[in-house]
């Protein structure tokens, strides 16, 4: 049986290295995803995993796009602070501007989670992550 105190500590531990830099954690697997006029590179996305994995968001369009999901809004998802121009972040995903780029620490439970862009118009605009259980190869295609 794990300690509460051992719990704390990795919690704390967590958080230290939250606040330094990503290199802190070196393991955490990145994942990109691609946001452009009119499309999100990739489709799909299947992560064999439990643990925490880094979610990176670009927009290489010309337009300003309006990325909803409930992984973004998940309360174990995290986005990481940059100097400067951040992306807005709200109840419902991120909004990005042209060349912004929005990187998110995740941690969720198992599961399908969608991403569409809300602006009218920009129906064609959706991806998927599945969150897989089972580590294992990863990238289904
Ligand atoms: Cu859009």
Redesign the pocket.
Known sequence: MISRQHWLGVAMAGLGCWLLTEACQPDVPHIYMS?Q??RIVPRRVHIHRTGPFKLIMTNE?R?????VSTLLTHPNTAMEQSSGNSPQVDKRGVRLLPGQRAAFLVHVPPGLYRFR???PG?RG?WSMVLVDTREGPSAKR
């Open positions: 946001v006029d009119y369009g337009e300003p796009h309006y990325i862009c809300v602006i920009h605009m």
